[in-house]
Structures are given as structure tokens and as C-alpha cells.
């Protein structure tokens, strides 16, 4: 029933098994890829006539987590799988970066790639696994796909290069890295460093590239038997329109690549593209013709903007490879925000707010490993009037969701730690203009965010994306691309750091690799942009404030014995509902016995605080409380003066000379001051009134030779302790 085919190698100190033949037999290609007990699927299925009309390759990747792979049901109501969770929109584009280059130019057939997790070990992320997966998935099924690829996770831990680390030993890590490509050249890389140098972020790229060949070679073993025969595809003559578009076009391009502003140069462009389209002839009504033609100038234009890169040095807007644009950095933008910044660099800028919450906005994020709290979130947007044009407003898509975890990144090594800074933080870029990297320019804008609202970050991050124009052998590497060098180059190089280091790099090709040599290039010169983007922010913030915004809440940490948390929280909730109230502060409590107090008053934390404590605590003899008469008696008032404890005023000591009546010197309701002078000998206590000043709270000195008044003890009648009465059995026992 089954033609299966399966390779093995071990990876890592780990098998890596993959697999053909036996699911998803209907797919173009399905493989079964398992490492340690880690298992993926990844089917690819792909149209057999191209879209018509589309001057684009419709390939989409789909990687979903199951949670029956970890032996869980899913929570909410319906008890299924819903939206793709941010680690699966994540891990989808992480797998469709590498892949999509290498099919090859002109290919429109629809095409789909899914990769589903079967089952988790707890120690091995099938991340990396899906994408090996898809790779050998697309290298069977017969499509023009110019791989295979390999990738691999790399760890440095203890100054060592670490294969594939797994989920346990990444808290140990001062690197996660992930990087995919063909046997030659490097095509994608993903990272999140504590402030490593280049130096040693190039070692692990080359360290990862070494390491992940086998997988390479193991794919191309099973092809060997259970390849399907390759696509007869039917491809355009490219060159078919050329001659003419050049005519029409040529001279005014290199007009327009002379322009500096981004809105007149693309006007000109689109100009010079409507003559092209009017003036060639092309089949009245054919989409295919018109695409190819579109096709054919897009070439042009990027032949002709490349070309003068690599031969003058000389950028569009004017400048040399190395200098980044103009920057501005501006803070305290809104009045009523906790933190924000406006970062410009050039034509690109982001608008970036940062709000310090409690315990209680954590994020809860549920996983496969199970479910953490995140206390740093950060969220990109992007309108489309930043690019001048009109869109549909909605959800978050996944390029948001990409460059704002870039963005995470790069700025959470520098986080300070939660006992140091016991905040939850939101940060959230707006970006208002682009022209550029607005994922760099949210770094650079949140790390001034974040220091303005008082976060004491490490050290100030900053960010920088690099591009590449490659002809031949000659090669141009641009510092703080725009957006047309980005989208008609060859690479996407993006580096965020500190000045001691990097924490963050992301990696893109549109070509099918770049080498070592080009690489550090790259990181060399990103380094000299990064220093001077750090400088221009430093004219703003070199760290973060003093002290919190005026609007921003106040955390205080207190810790109670355990045993006592029952009784803050009460029945229900009751009691620090009822604290919550009375003193306007946000009270959260761990199982621990940390209690965070947080409020926008100290006066708030303070009254909350007090609270708290009196019901943890026990009052201490000697000690002057502020309390209130809650009853009166004939020999005496009682005061409730620490929590829900209540003592008794004697009537000797209301004041120095003995009243006739307790109603003469305190009324119920008054507040009073008193000193606790004890316990008696059945644990009541003793409270004096006369012993402390009553408008001030200070206790008053005792006259020379005064011996200490001890209260007369807690009983009923007046002038001295309570009477031992007789100890018979209650009235209805004496029978």
C-alpha cells in the first residue's frame, strides 16, 4: 500500500529522520520529519496553470501547532484550534523568508506550503524542523524550487557554539540564532543576542551554515529515490519588450534616480511607466502581456538605479554607501503618556509611547511548552497614509507582527529585571512616515520611549538596516537603505544594538545567497551607522529619567509570611476588595507572599500599604497608634487602632485627672491617639489616651521618679483590674 522512503543521520547528538510516502499521499509532496520525539508534517500542493494576471509569486506558508502534540486541549469555549497564535505567524514567515527566492523568476503558479507540529518533546522547537521539513517537502514535489535548503539554531553558551540548543539550556544562552541556506550561501538569518560583537554573531552564521550540510545531504538523498520529475514550466520571453521600454523609458529613469525626495521621484517613475504601457503595443485585452511588460520595466528600473550604485558610489537621494540619514529625536511628545518619543531619520518616522502597567496586565501566552506571562510587549503599526496611500484598516497582519518582534528583540536583552522594575510595559510604534527601515527606526524610538517613562534600560538601543546591490562580482553595501534600494536590491540587512554589542539581527535575500566575505562587510559598517544613530538619540536621552512620569502608577513590593495570604484576601475576595477601594491602589498578590501595591499616589500605596500590614502584622507594646472609639462603655472606650484589632481605653487613662463619665473626654466615632502598654493575663489589651498627645500623636515624657503606668489591667471596674470571678459552669449546665 505504501512506497516509503526514509533517510537518517544523526544531528546534533540527536536523530533526524525523514520520511515520504506513508501521509498526505495526495500532496505534491508530503514529508514526515522527526527529530528526538519532535514530529512535523509539511505537505506542499501547487497550482498547475499560473494565476493570470499577477506580477507576483502567490506562495503562502502555513505552520500550525497542534495541541494535542503536547498532550493538551485547547482552552475557551470551543475546545479547537482558532487564529494562528504570534509563534505561528512567526515561524510561518521565518519559513517562507528562505524559501522564497529560490523558486525561480516568472513562476505564478499558487502555491502552498503547511507544516503542521505532530507531537513536542518539550526539548527540541519545531520551528527549525518545519523548515527542514518544507524544504525536503518542496524539493520532492517537482516544482521549480532551487534547493534544497538546511537550517539550523545556534546557542553560545560559556563561550561555545551550541547546535541546536534545546528548549531547557536556552535560559543559559547568551545567543538564539537561526539561520537557513543552500550549500553555498547564507539566505536567512534570525537572532536575539545578549550585546555580542560581530565578531562572534558572523562565527555562529558560519557555525550554523557548517552545521546544517548534512541536512542538505540528507534531503538530497531522498530525492534521489523518491523525487517526482520535474515541472515542464513555459516561461515569457523577458527580453521580449525590452528594446522598446529602454527607448521609451531609459533617459528618464536616470532623471528620476537623480531625484532625493521620495513622493517626486515616484511621481516621475509613474509617469515615464504610463508612456511605457501606452506606447508599446501590446494585445488588446491580454493581463499575461501587460504583466510581462510591467515586468520588463520594473527591470529597467532597477538595472538602471543598481548600475549607477555599484559604478559612482552615489546613491539615489545623493548620498555615499556609509552615511545615514538625517535624524531628529525627539521626547515627552504627549502630555498624558507614561513615555514617548518621535524618531525621524530622513523620511522615516515613528511615533512611539510607552505605558508601565501592574501584575495584572501580563500578558498569559499559551503554547505547546505551556503557559508563561509576558511583562514586555511591544506592537507595530503601520497606516497606510505612512506611504501616502489608502488601505483597509484592521488587525494586526503578519508583517506587523514580524517587524514588531524584531523590534522585541532587539530592546528585551536590555530589559531590566523584574525585581529591579517591577512593571508590566506596553510599548506600541506608530510609524508616520516610511521611506526605510520603520522596524530600526521602532528600535531606536522605543528605547527612547522606554527611558522617558522612566525605564531603567542597560544601555540605549539603536538600529540600523543595511542593503546590498550585487552585478556580477562587484558588490555595493548601502548603510540605512531607502525603500526603493530595499525593494530593488538584493538584500535586507537589519542590526540593532547597543554601543557594546549586538542584540538583534535579521537577515533577508532576494538572491540566492550572499558569502561570509559580503557579511562582514555588513557588520562592520552597520556597526559605524549603529554608534552614530546612538550619538544623535544621546542629544535627546543618554538614559532613562529619574524618576517615573507624572502619570504613571507607583509599584511598591512588600512581602507577607505565607500564612498570612489568606487573611489579605479574605473570604471571597472580600478583604482586599475592600482595600482596593478604601485606598484607590491596584493590589497584587503571589503565591509567594510578594504583594505588589501600585497606584499613581504614594498616598494611595501608603494607605494600602498600612492596611496590608496591620493585618500581617501584630502591634507592638510601646508603640503610639492613631485609631478611632468604636464603643463606650461605663469604665472605659474602646478603640479599634491597628487593623481589625480593637483595645480598651480604661477609664484612668483617657487623661490625667479621672472624668466622671467616659462620654466627658471621647465621643464614638472620634479619632484618638494611644499608646499599646500591654497584655493582661487573659491577652486583652491595654490602651492608654493620657500618656500621648492627643494633637500631635507624640508620646508624653514621664515625670522624674513617675513609676511607668501599666493601665490598672483591662477589667470593668473602675480604679483597677477585672475581679477572678467565680469559674462555675454556664447557667444551663447546672442542673
Known amino acids: 500500500m505504501f512506497d516509503i522512503h526514509r533517510v537518517e543521520i544523526d544531528w546534533g547528538g540527536r536523530k533526524l529522520s525523514l520520511e515520504t510516502g506513508h501521509m498526505a499521499r495526495q500532496a505534491d509532496a508530503a514529508v514526515f520529519a522527526q527529530y528526538g520525539e519532535t514530529s512535523v508534517l509539511a505537505t506542499v500542493v501547487a497550482a498547475k496553470q499560473p494565476r493570470p494576471g499577477i506580477d507576483f509569486f502567490p506562495l503562502t506558508v502555513n505552520y500550525q501547532e497542534k495541541t494535542y502534540a503536547a498532550g493538551k486541549i485547547p482552552g475557551g469555549y470551543f475546545k479547537r484550534e482558532g487564529r494562528p497564535t504570534e509563534k505561528e505567524t512567526l515561524t510561518s514567515r521565518l519559513i517562507d523568508r528562505p524559501i522564497r527566492p529560490l523558486f525561480i523568476d516568472g513562476f505564478k503558479n499558487e502555491t502552498q506550503v503547511i507544516i503542521t507540529v505532530l507531537s513536542h518533546d518539550m526539548e527540541n522547537d519545531p520551528d527549525v524542523l518545519g523548515m527542514v521539513a518544507a524544504s525536503a517537502a518542496l524539493t520532492l514535489s517537482g516544482v521549480p524550487f532551487l534547493g534544497p535548503i538546511g537550517a539550523a539554531r545556534v546557542g553560545y553558551i560559556e563561550g561555545e557554539y551550541v ?6 539550556e536556552m535560559t543559559e544562552t547568551r545567543l538564539d540564532l537561526v539561520v537557513a541556506g543552500t550549500q553555498d550561501a547564507v539566505m536567512m538569518v534570525e537572532s536575539e543576542a545578549q550585546e555580542l560583537n560581530e565578531d562572534i554573531m558572523l562565527g555562529a552564521v558560519v557555525f550554523g551554515q557548517k552545521h546544517f550540510q548534512p541536512v542538505i545531504q540528507a534531503i538530497i538523498k531522498l530525492a534521489e529515490t523518491a523525487a517526482k520529475e520535474p515541472w515542464d514550466i513555459q516561461l515569457p520571453d523577458k527580453e521580449k519588450y525590452l528594446p522598446k521600454v529602454r527607448e521609451i523609458a531609459e533617459a528618464g529613469l536616470k532623471e528620476a ?4 525626495e521620495k513622493k517626486k521621484r515616484n511621481d516621475m517613475v509613474s509617469e515615464i511607466k504610463s508612456k511605457v504601457m501606452a506606447g508599446v503595443e501590446i494585445p488588446e485585452g491580454d493581463s499575461a502581456e501587460q504583466v510581462l511588460l510591467a515586468g520588463t520595466f520594473k527591470s529597467l528600473e532597477a538595472h538602471i538605479m543598481r548600475s549607477s550604485v555599484v559604478k559612482t558610489g552615489r546613491r539615489i537621494d545623493g548620498r555615499d554607501l556609509k552615511t545615514v540619514r538625517p535624524i531628529m529625536s525627539e521626547v515627552q511628545i504627549l502630555p498624558r503618556t507614561h513615555g514617548s518619543a518621535l524618531f525621524t531619520r530622513g523620511e522615516t518616522q515613528a511615533l512611539v509611547v510607552a505605558t508601565l502597567g501592574t501584575g495584572e496586565d501580563e500578558q498569559y501566552v499559551d503554547s505547546l511548552e505551556g503557559t508563561k506571562k509576558e511583562r514586555f510587549m511591544l506592537h507595530y503599526n503601520f497606516p497606510p497614509y505612512s506611504v501616502g ?3 483597509r484598516m484592521g488587525g494586526a497582519g503578519r508583517r506587523e507582527i514580524g517587524h514588531g518582534k524584531l523590534a522585541w528583540r532587539a530592546v528585551h536583552p536590555m530589559m531590566p529585571a523584574h525585581d529591579e522594575f517591577p512593571y508590566t510595559i506596553r510599548v506600541v510604534s506608530e ?6 527601515s520603520s522596524s530600526m527606526a521602532t528600535v531606536c524610538g522605543t528605547s527612547l520611549a522606554l527611558m522617558d517613562a522612566g525605564v531603567p534600560l542597560k544601555s540605549p538601543v539603536a538600529g540600523i538596516a543595511m542593503g546590498l546591490i550585487k552585478e556580477g562580482e562587484d558588490f555595493a553595501v548601502l548603510s540605512d537603505i531607502l525603500g526603493d534600494e530595499d525593494h530593488l536590491g538584493d538584500m535586507d540587512f537589519k542590526v540593532a544594538g547597543t554601543e557594546n554589542g549586538i542584540t538583534s539581527l ?5 538572491i540566492t545567497g550572499i558569502t561570509e566575505e559580503i557579511m562582514k562587510v555588513a557588520l562592520d559598517q552597520a556597526k559605524g551607522g549603529r554608534l552614530h544613530i546612538l550619538g544623535e538619540m544621546a542629544k535627546s536621552l543618554t538614559g532613562a529619567r529619574d524618576d517615573l512620569g507624572e502619570h504613571a502608577p507607583r509599584i511598591e513590593t512588600i512581602t507577607i509570611p505565607t500564612d498570612k495570604i489568606r487573611e489579605v484576601i479574605g473570604s471571597g475576595g472580600s478583604v482586599i476588595r475592600s482595600i482596593v477601594e478604601e485606598s484607590g491602589a491596584k493590589v497584587d498578590i503571589n503565591d509567594d507572599g510578594v504583594i505588589k501595591i501600585a497606584a499613581a499616589k504614594k498616598e494611595s500605596i501608603e494607605a494600602a500599604r498600612r492596611m496590608i500590614l496591620e493585618i500581617t502584622s501584630e502591634p507592638e507594646v510601646g508603640t503610639v497608634y492613631k485609631g478611632k472609639v468604636v464603643k463606650i462603655v461605663d469604665f472605659g472606650a474602646f478603640v479599634n ?3 481589625a484589632k480593637d483595645g480598651l481605653v480604661h477609664i484612668s487613662q483617657l487623661n490625667q485627672g479621672r472624668p466622671a463619665t467616659v462620654d466627658e473626654v471621647v465621643k464614638e466615632g472620634q479619632e484618638v491617639f494611644v499608646k499599646l502598654l500591654g497584655f493582661d493575663d487573659r491577652g486583652k489589651t ?5 500618656v500621648v498627645n492627643q494633637e500631635t500623636g507624640e508620646e508624653l515624657p514621664r515625670a522624674e521618679g513617675e513609676p511607668e503606668d501599666t493601665g490598672g489591667g483591662g477589667g470593668g471596674r473602675p480604679g ?4 477572678d470571678r467565680d469559674r462555675r459552669p454556664p447557667r444551663r449546665d447546672r442542673e
Request: aromatic fraction near 8%; charged fraction near 25%.
Open 720 to 723: 483597677g483590674g477585672r475581679r
Open 163 to 168: 547546535l541546536n540548543p534545546m528548549i531547557d
Open 506 to 510: 535579521q537577515m533577508d535575500i532576494k
Open 686 to 690: 491595654r490602651l492608654s489616651m493620657k
Open 431 to 436: 510609524i508616520t512616515e516610511s521611506n526605510g
Open 257 to 260: 534616480f537623480q531625484i532625493a
Open 641 to 643: 487602632f491597628f487593623g
Open 389 to 391: 496611500e489608502t488601505g
